[in-house]
């Protein structure tokens, strides 16, 4: 079993900045992979980033290339999402999971097994 609990979300003004975590608890592996997926109110879940919790592997959407930045700490069992030139488009409640190696397509949401509860991010235009 493995817990994720998000934090770091909130209301900024376009253009500013935002780092969100998500913490793990639990049974983690340097080759599993980290997932950050977004959902706006009336959208699909969308794929963000993902990474190995070794920290190699890392991977971006097209609309998070150039402005996010996905890292890992294991020492502290945390994944970052640092967002940049933040745009109101990147509403969306934000969630972080967690899945083994080699389960089939990272970007795809239902690949992965353990979900944090989400942390809202609102960009104000």
């Known amino acids: 079993q493995v817990q994720l609990v998000e934090s770091g979300g909130g209301l900024v003004q376009a253009g500013g900045s935002l780092r969100l975590s998500c913490a793990a608890s639990g049974r983690t592996f340097s080759t599993d992979t980290l997932g950050w997926f977004r959902q706006a109110p009336g959208k699909e879940r969308e794929f963000v980033a993902a990474i190995r919790w070794s920290g190699s592997g890392t991977d971006y959407a097209d609309s998070a290339k150039g402005r996010f930045t996905i890292s890992s700490d294991n020492a502290k069992n945390t994944v970052y999402l640092q967002m940049t030139s933040l745009k109101a488009e990147d509403t969306a409640v934000y969630y972080c999971?967690?899945?083994?190696?080699?389960?089939?397509?990272?970007?795809?949401?239902?690949?992965?097994?353990?979900w944090g509860q989400g942390t809202q991010v609102t960009v104000s235009s």
């Open positions: 999971a967690t899945r083994p190696y080699g389960t089939g397509p990272r970007r795809l949401s239902n690949t992965y097994n353990y």
